[in-house]
């Protein structure tokens, strides 16, 4: 599965809402598996949005023919857009479903690692970070995606953001701790993403 990452900045927030609507038209595409997305907690005019294709070759498929027409009702709405693909390693917690309907909030963390560091990285995120997240009530699913250049997504969706609040606060500074995040980590951003039920696709 391929996850891609869309970040930002809204300059025209009505015609920009408008126009994420049209996206709906993803629907037919082949290979297309699931869309949605927010406003961050944080940034109040950055919006983030996560789309999932069964592979590679169903999204160039896509890029090459439909992706313009959809795309033209939001020209002039945005600036800085920054696009990221990640190809799927593995599920934080089983059984990742691209749905955002039960969802409240998604976090995510954008992490470059060090190039000797990425076996360790990779393997702390199966044994500390993911059974962690899973046992957390209120984290319903997440997905940990790579791209090339030592690059990974890890990516949560949780029910509330206060549960997600929770979690931050009783644990994340322990986990980190004990998976050596520090020593394998050379540059991270992430946000918190309040989910807009119309935007899911």
């Known amino acids: 599965m391929l996850v891609k990452w869309i970040r930002c900045t809204v300059v025209d927030r009505r015609g920009f809402e408008r126009g994420q ?29 996560f789309g999932f294709w069964e592979s590679r070759a169903f999204y160039d498929s896509f890029m090459a023919r439909s992706h313009d027409r959809l795309a033209a009702s939001q020209v002039g709405t945005f600036k800085d857009i920054q696009v990221r693909l990640f190809e799927h390693r593995f599920d934080v917690k089983v ?10 909030v998604v976090r995510f963390a954008h992490c470059r690692i060090r190039a000797d560091r990425v076996e360790h990285f990779t393997h702390m995120q199966e044994k500390v970070w993911n059974p962690a997240m899973a046992g957390s009530p209120g984290m319903l699913r997440g997905v940990f995606g790579e791209a090339p250049g ?29 998976a050596q995040t520090e020593a394998d980590v050379a540059a991270i951003a992430g946000d918190i993403v309040a989910i807009e039920p119309s935007w899911t696709v």
């Open 95 to 104: 059984g990742f479903r691209p749905q955002f309907s039960d969802a409240d």
């Open 21 to 49: 609507r049209k996206w709906a038209g993803l629907l037919g595409e082949p290979g297309f598996r699931g869309q949605g997305g927010g406003w961050s907690r944080g940034r109040p005019h950055v919006a983030h949005l």
């Open 150 to 178: 030592q690059e990974f997504l890890v990516l949560s969706m949780w029910n509330s953001e206060a549960e997600h609040g929770k979690y931050r606060t009783e644990r994340v500074e322990r986990l980190a701790l004990r």
